[in-house]
């Protein structure tokens, strides 16, 4: 079965810390998307990665293809970062409908207090 | 601005009765899905539909049913068949860029259903 696992499951950080949160898949991927989630349920799509590393201003996510493995990082954590973050991937191969398929882990909620 | 509008945002309903949930996008794009969140748990695929009048079972597609007469209109429906249907439900849509499988996704607010 493919998976996705995301750790830690929950995260709470004092204001301007760096933080980390990571997401891990059992099999070769297209694509991984990263969201946010807040409270009151909207998400909001924050990264979609195939490859390497991406920047959006204090938000940057990075992937690793051989380790099956990325990671998303928050310099100098505010207030309003707390949310729950949720990591998405697509796996490869199937026929083309089961392309627009997203497999998605539980999430990590994050508390950052001031 | 170019969004995904859900309604309502909160809806109950009684045992047996079936229920419609609305998703309308004006962003143009191909594809559209529904998805249910239960606490503690990853979104899970309820139905996805990749062009007008075609759509697909997910994983958990038993006790719903959906339509996709327009393009930007992707409506669920929670029947009574559904033995826990209380949840937040979430619709989602995205363009198609070919093989590589990226896309734009973009999600709606949500819909939270509760059964009395």
């Known amino acids: 079965k493919n998976e996705v696992e995301q750790s830690p499951q929950n995260l709470t950080a004092q204001e301007g810390e760096f933080i980390t949160i990571n997401c891990s898949y059992s099999v070769g991927i297209s694509a991984l998307h990263w969201l946010q989630q807040h409270p009151g349920g909207g998400i909001v799509s924050l990264f979609m990665?195939?490859?390497g590393k991406k920047k959006h201003g204090r938000l940057i996510a990075t992937i690793n293809i051989q380790e099956k493995h990325s990671s998303l990082h928050i310099t100098a954590s505010h207030p309003r970062d707390s949310a729950v973050y949720i990591c998405a991937v697509r796996y490869r191969g199937g026929w083309g409908g089961s392309n627009y398929k997203l497999t998605f882990g539980k999430g990590t909620l994050l508390t950052v207090n001031p | 601005d170019g969004g995904i509008t859900q309604s309502p945002k909160y809806l109950f309903r009684k045992e047996g009765q079936n229920v419609t949930l609305s998703c309308e996008q004006n962003l143009n794009h191909d594809a559209m899905y529904w998805y249910r969140q239960d606490p503690g748990q990853g979104l899970r695929l309820i139905y996805y539909?990749?062009?007008?009048?075609?759509?697909q079972k997910g994983d958990i597609a038993e006790g719903y049913s959906v339509s996709r007469e327009k393009k930007e209109s992707f409506p669920l429906t929670v029947t009574s068949a559904q033995k826990n249907p209380t949840a937040f439900y979430l619709c989602a849509s995205s363009t198609w860029t070919g093989d590589s499988g990226a896309n734009v996704l973009t999600f709606g607010a949500g819909s939270r259903l509760t059964v009395l």
């Open positions: 990665l195939s490859s």
């Open positions: 539909s990749q062009i007008v009048n075609d759509f």
